[in-house]
Nanobody, 120 residues
């Protein structure tokens, strides 16, 4: 029912910027927490940033000061502005949302993943 579609991944040089976006569609009443995760080959998926409905944010220490998460509740969209990118940021990035459906059922959904590659 609920689908998350990501966009904005790509190849960028170290020090550059990239902006990821993720939009949810389906039988959605509201979305509580929105977040971005990433996973590099051979590593566990890690939380990069999250944002609550009220706008409270959390960032992994590794991206603090460089990445900014934001949301547009009217569009059911979460974005991740990534600045001063480093090769260690290279990973597949996944958006995640805690969705309250129109039937008041809470569920978690993932985007398809988008590749971010930062060249040295």
């Amino acid at each position: 029912q609920v689908q998350l579609v990501e966009s904005g991944g790509g190849l960028v040089q170290a020090g550059g910027s990239l902006r990821l976006s993720c939009t949810a569609s389906g039988s959605i009443r509201s979305i509580n927490v929105m977040g971005w995760y990433r996973q590099a080959p051979g590593k566990q998926r890690e939380l990069v940033a999250s944002i609550t409905f009220g706008g409270s944010t959390h960032y992994a220490d590794s991206v603090k000061g460089r990445f900014t998460i934001s949301r547009d509740n009217a569009k059911n969209t979460v974005s991740l502005q990534m600045n001063s990118l480093k090769p260690d940021d290279t990973a597949v990035y996944y958006c995640n949302m805690e969705v309250l459906t129109i039937l008041y059922r809470r569920s978690e959904h993932w985007g398809q993943g988008t590749q971010v590659t930062v060249s040295s």
